[in-house]
C-alpha cells in the first residue's frame, strides 16, 4: 500500500508540471493580457510595468522562473490584478474561507444525501421513497445561482433571520445560506447514488443469505449493505470534495463571502496570470490527493481491491 | 468659484484664494438635525479595488476610498468646485508654467506628523518612477509636469520631476506647458502625498490596515479583500471636528441584485440600480433612487483604418446609419435609467461646455429617417444591393440590449443587415485595437471635467482613438484649443466635424442610478464627476 501511495505522488510531480506548463501556453494563447484596458497605457508606462512583471522577458523564461520560484521558494508571484498583494496573500485569504463553507457543505451533504438514499432504498417504493427522491430531484433541479436569491429574498429581506453576505471571520450565521446553497445539488446527487447503489446491494446474494440467518435488518443495512453500497458514493465524493473546497465562484458571487472561487473566474477574465497560476495549481494538486484519498479509502472498504 | 478656464486664463499671477478661509462649510449640519446615534455609513462595491495606494490608485472604487484616506491640494465640495485641502490656495507665475502652492501647517499625518511640501514631492515623484510601474504614471504626464514624460521612460531621474518643496508649507510645481485646467486635476488620488517613512518602513505591506499611515479624514481599519473595507475617523485630521460620519464601510457584492435586496433589508445606505430596474425603484422609492449626470459618453465607432470596410469609407453611409439611430427609444424604452440622447460626443454636463448646434438634434426621428434612406440610396445601396454590418460589443446585459435595439432600427429603416456579436472584454479589447470590427461598442469616461477629455480621442495620434479617424483641421482646432481663452469656439467646430463626417455615432450620455437611502444627507448630487468625501456626509435618525 504504502509504496501505492509513493508511486502515486511520485506521478503527480510531473502531472502537475504538464499542467503549469499546459495553463502557461493556453493562457498566453489567450488574446489581451493583464494590462490591457480600453484606455490603453502609454508604450512606456506599459514597459515599466511589463519589466516590473517580467513579461518583458521571453516566454520559456518566463515559464522557467515561474517554475523555480514555485518549486523553491514556494512563491507564486504577485497578482497583476491586485497590485498590493501577491498571489500567496490570496490564496492565503481566500482559501481558509471557502474551505470552510466547503468542508461543511461536504459534511451537511454527505449526512443528509445518504441518509435520505439509504432510508428510500430500505423503503423502497413507499411514501418516504416518493419524498426522498421527490425532495433530491427538486434540490437537483435547484441549481445554486438560483437558490442564492431565493435564500436571501426569504431569509435576509422577508424574514430579516440572516446577514445577506458577508463573512466576518467565519460567525455561524454567515455560514448558513451559504452551505444550504452549495450543498443541495450534492446533496441530491449523493442521495440518488446511494439509493441505486444500496437497492442494488439489497438485492444481492449476501444480503439474502444475511437475512435467511435470521440477522435483525437493522444489522444487516449497517454491517453487511452500507459498506459495499458506498463504493460508487465515494468515487464521486473525492471530486465533489474538492469541488467544494475549491470553491464555488456562485457562492463567492451571491454572498460575497470573499473565497477563491470569484478569484478563479475573475482572475481569467482580468488575465491575472499569476492568479491563474496560482490557483490551478492549488486544485490540481487537491484534485490529485483526493483522487488519492479516493482510492486508498476504496482498498480499506473493499477487500476485493488490493494495490 | 468655478475653475473655468477662462477664469484661470484671466487670473494668472493672482493670488488664488479658495472659497472661504480656514472652516471651510462642507459638512456644516444644520442645528435642527435629528443625528443618528450610528454614525456608519455602508456602501456596496462590485470588485475589489486593484489598489488603494494613492500613486497606483486606477479605479473609481479605489479613488473613493483613497479620498476618504489621504487629501490632496484640493478637494471638491458638493458642486465640484475646488476647495482648500491641504493647500490653502496657489499663485501662478505670467507664463502659466510655474504653480506656487501655499500649504496650511496644521495638516497631520494619522502618526501626528506635520504634512509637508516634501510629502507631495515624494509622493509625485515616487507615481512617475518606472520603479513603482504605476498603470497610472501617465496621469503624471497628462499634468504636463516639466520632465514627467523622461522620468516615466527611464532617461531622468525621478529628481528631475518638475516638482519642488521650497519649504514645508511651500511647493513649487513646473509645467512644460500651460495648462489651465491643472488645479482641478489635483482632486485625483495620484496626486495626493505619502508618508516615506512610512513607504519604506512596510514597502508593498504599506497599504495593510495597522501598517498604513494616511492624511485624510479617515485611516485604514480593517481590509478584508474581496470582502469589507473599513475606515475610521482621523483624530488627526485638521478639520476632525467638522466631520460626522464615525465609519465608513465599503462591502464587495458583485451581483447588483444580491446587493438590491441587501439595500433593502437595510444592511446598505447605497448601492446600484441594476439595468432596468430604475422606473420601477423610482416609483416605490421616490426619494431613494436617484439618476445624476455621470460623466461618460456611449458611442458606436466606425472601422475607418485602410484595411477596414469600404462601404463605411463613404461618409453618406455613416450619416445615414447614425440618423436611424432612435436615440429616445434607447434611453427612454431600452436603458430607462435617467440617459440623455447623445448627437454630440462631450457630455452634455461638462463644465463649462456648451452645447453645440447639431442639425440632427433638432429634426424629428421622422425627418431623420426620411434623410437616412436618401443617403443610402444615394451612397448607392438599397434593396437590390443591401449593407451587410458587423456590430462588436463586449458581453453585458445593457450593450446587448442597445445592439439589439439598433439592428433593429437600421433593419427596419435602411434595410441594413446586421450580425451582432459579443465578445468577452480582453477578446474585445483586441479585436477592436486592431481593427477587427466594422462597427464597434465604445465609452468613455472623462479624466477631468473639461471637454478636451472627450474631444482628444478625436486626434489622429491619440492612442484612443479606435476608428483611426485622421482630420487634421480637428487636431489642428484641439491643438489650439490648449491654449484658447475661449476653447469652447475649438469644441462646437470639432463637434460639429463630428457630426458631418460621422466617425462614430454618439449614441447617449451616461447617467448614474443608485439607491441612496434617505438617512444619508449631504451627498453630492452635483458633483459631476461624482466624487464624493465621506467627511461632508451626516445620516440622520430614520423617520
Known sequence: MLSFILKRLAIAVPTLLILVVLSFVLMYAAPGGPFNSDRPLPPQVLANIEAKYGLDQPFWKQIVDYVTNVVFHFDFGPSFQYEDRTVNDVIAQGFPVTLTYGFWSFVLAVVVGVSLGVAAAIRQNSWLDYLAVGVSIGAQVLPNFVMAPILLLIFTLWLGWLPGGGWNGGQWQYLIMPVIALSTSYMASIARITRSSMLEVLNSNFIRT?????????????????????????????????????????????????????????????????????????????????????????????????? | MTFTRRHLMASTAALMVLSGTTAIAQSEVPADANLAADQTFTYRVGDESPSIDPGKVEDVDGSDVVRDLFEGLYNQDADGNLVPGVALDHTVSDDGLTYTFNLREDAMWSNGEPVTAGDFVYAWKRAASPELASPYSWFIELMSIENASAVIAGEMEPDALGVTAIDDTTLEVKLSTPLPYFPQMLTHGTTFPVLQSNVEEFGDAWTQPGNMVSNGAYVLTELVPGERTVRERNEMYWDNENTTIERVVKLVVPDENVALTRYLAGELDRTDVPAGQFPRLSE?????????????????????????????????????????????????????????????????????FEEPEIAAASMTQEERNARAVELLEEAGYGSDNPLTIDLVYNTNESHKSVAIAVSQMWKQTLGVETTLSNQEWQTFLDARGSGDFDVARGGWCADYNEASTFLDLMQSGSGYNDSKYVNEEVDQLLADAKTSETPNEQYTQVEQIIAEEMPIIPIYHYAAVDMLSDQIENWPVNNFEQNWYSKDLYKIESE
Open chain 1, 210 to 307: 444475511a437475512r435467511a440467518k435470521g440477522l435483525p435488518g437493522g444489522r444487516v443495512i449497517r454491517k453487511h449493505a452500507l459498506k459495499p453500497a458506498m463504493l460508487p458514493v465515494i468515487s464521486y465524493l473525492g471530486p465533489a470534495f474538492v469541488g467544494m473546497i475549491t470553491g464555488s465562484v456562485i457562492i463567492d458571487i451571491f454572498f460575497s463571502t470573499g473565497g477563491i472561487g470569484v478569484y478563479f473566474v475573475n482572475s481569467a477574465f482580468n488575465r491575472d496570470y499569476s492568479v491563474i497560476m496560482g490557483i490551478t495549481i492549488l486544485v490540481g494538486a487537491l484534485t490529485i490527493l483526493f483522487n488519492l484519498a479516493v482510492d486508498v479509502i476504496y482498498a480499506w472498504i473493499d477487500p476485493k481491491i488490493r494495490y
Open chain 2, 284 to 352: 416605490e422609492y421616490p426619494e431613494q433612487a436617484i439618476s445624476v449626470p455621470e460623466a461618460c459618453s456611449y458611442y458606436y465607432m466606425f472601422n475607418l483604418r485602410e484595411n477596414g470596410p469600404e462601404e463605411l469609407k463613404d461618409e453618406r453611409v455613416r450619416n445615414a446609419l447614425s440618423l436611424a439611430v432612435d436615440r429616445d427609444i434607447i434611453v427612454d424604452a431600452v436603458l430607462a435609467g435617467g440617459q440623455k440622447p447623445a448627437y454630440y460626443f462631450s457630455h452634455w454636463a461638462t463644465a463649462g
